[in-house]
């Protein structure tokens, strides 16, 4: 894939990149390696001072990094402000928490361990590769560098090649706000230059947010090197709908839920799961709010729903679909890609599925909902957890043991009551099964990439 940003709305190239030759490559590897030396001799309170300053910088440019990740990938531009600020939300809580998240623990009674004192202590591993998607294109990239860098490691980025421009501009930001030359270096590079680089013994771990065959082929690199890695991978969320819920709330933020992001998000709910007491009056509500949705231009302030990232991604979407109305699925909106230049697909939704239909199984990533009537609680369980995906979940629900039935049963990563899956840094972030392993954000993701050091003294 040529590295290049390529305007989804229009379809038309806008700027073309030329790839980090290997001389390149190894010049911004040891300017890591060399800046990790440096950040693991610097204090705790010098790291925070750079990062709220870089923090200050990417505030007061949000109005142009905005319009740079909406050109690349397709956001409404309302949406892309919202991660740029939501980013320099991040780089301040890590600054303002880090050290109490890394703080060395005495045993509180060091003579169990025939010790004088005991304990443990969290250092930086080093140079830490992130491999990175275009879904949310300084988002993605942020939750991961702000904790590493807070704890003193460095990074380097390989991004997706179609966001080349918010790759270049991470490359810059972090030494702009004072952290020193090298703490942070985007490599232009293919995917397929991506295993020599973790293979690299200076290279101490690799974070990947991607597919599912990306992380397996990062996992099985890093598991040959003995390396950490973490990984976020796809997810087929379900946004389960039963009797004892606000059927209007919980109908407009499926909407938000499945449309967010142009329904480009790991996290987005995508299979609709409805008690059958309420199923019809959901779906009537449901339906009739995407239908209501605006498509357009994602510049445009007015605009819900942009073109998707890329033409393939449209694709593989439409093939989705297509595949489940052939095998008999009810089309209760949208269904296909209109007639107008860009990436777009229209809000769609789908009733009447059946286990032989591809869009049961795999991520439908675009605005695509999947609609099941169930009959009880178990059953909407069964229907969650019948993906291999177990990244996030919504259940709605006013019913109080009814909500800690559904927190205990089902397989994901996280539970969201009567709300949408949203990542907060003050809260961990991550799946299971096929979605990936390991956490983001909160105090467990400035901890995956350290050591845990225990000291004894006698």
């Known amino acids: 894939m040529a590295i290049a940003t390529i305007n ?31 950040l693991h001799g610097t204090t705790y309170a010098q790291r925070a001072e750079w990062m709220h300053a870089t923090a200050d910088i990417l505030e007061a440019d949000v109005d142009r990094a905005a319009e740079m990740i909406t050109l690349e990938m ?82 380097l980025l390989k991004h997706a090649s179609n966001v080349p421009q918010s790759a270049l501009y991470l490359d810059e930001l972090f030494e702009k706000g004072g952290f020193p030359a090298g703490s942070f270096r985007t490599l232009l590079i293919g995917s397929r230059e991506v295993a020599a680089v973790i293979e690299d013994r200076r290279v101490k771990a690799v ?60 996290i987005a709910g995508k299979r609709f799961i409805v008690h059958t007491d309420i199923y019809d009056e959901f779906t009537r509500l449901f339906v009739a709010k995407m239908n209501a949705l605006k498509v357009g231009d994602p510049m445009d302030e007015a605009t819900d729903v942009g073109p998707l990232a890329t033409e393939s991604g449209r694709d593989e979407l439409a093939e989705l679909v297509d595949d489940a109305v052939v095998k008999g699925a009810e089309v209760l909106a949208g269904g296909s890609a209109p007639d107008r230049p860009g990436f777009y697909y229209t809000p769609t939704v789908l009733a009447g599925l059946t286990d032989d239909m591809r869009i049961v199984l795999e991520e439908a990533f675009g605005p695509v909902a999947s609609l099941y009537r169930v009959s009880d609680r178990e059953e909407a369980a069964r229907v969650a957890n019948q993906t291999t995906f177990g990244l996030s979940s919504a259940v709605w629900s006013n019913d109080a043991s009814e909500q800690d039935w559904f927190v205990a049963n089902l397989d994901a990563g996280a539970v969201f009551l009567n709300g949408m899956t949203v990542s907060y840094p003050e809260l961990p972030f991550g799946g299971i099964k096929d979605s990936g392993y390991g956490r983001e954000l909160a105090a467990a993701g400035i901890r995956e990439f350290c050591n845990l050091k225990t000291v004894w003294k006698a």
């Open 207 to 266: 974070t990947l947010t991607g597919s599912e065959p990306a992380g397996r082929s990062v996992a099985s690199t890093a598991g040959q090197s003995i390396k950490k890695a973490v990984l976020e991978l796809g997810g087929s969320d379900p946004f389960i709908v039963m009797p004892s819920a606000d059927l209007e709330q919980a109908a407009t933020v499926a909407v938000k839920a499945r449309i967010s992001n142009n329904g480009q998000s790991c």
């Open 8 to 38: 989804p709305a229009t379809g038309e190239t806008v700027d073309t990149f030329e790839a980090h030759d290997s001389a390149e490559v190894e010049r911004r590897v040891a300017q890591a390696v060399e800046a990790a030396q440096t």
């Open 74 to 155: 397709g956001k409404p531009i309302a949406q892309s402000r919202a991660e740029v600020l939501k980013c320099a939300k991040n780089m301040r809580f890590y600054a303002d928490n880090a050290e109490s998240f890394l703080a060395a623990e005495e045993l509180s009674n060091p003579s169990a361990v025939s010790a004088s004192a005991a304990g443990t202590v969290w250092q930086p591993l080093g140079v830490v590769l992130a491999v990175m998607p275009w879904n949310y294109p300084l988002w993605q990239v942020i939750r991961f560098a702000a904790p590493a860098l807070m704890a003193g490691n460095t990074g």
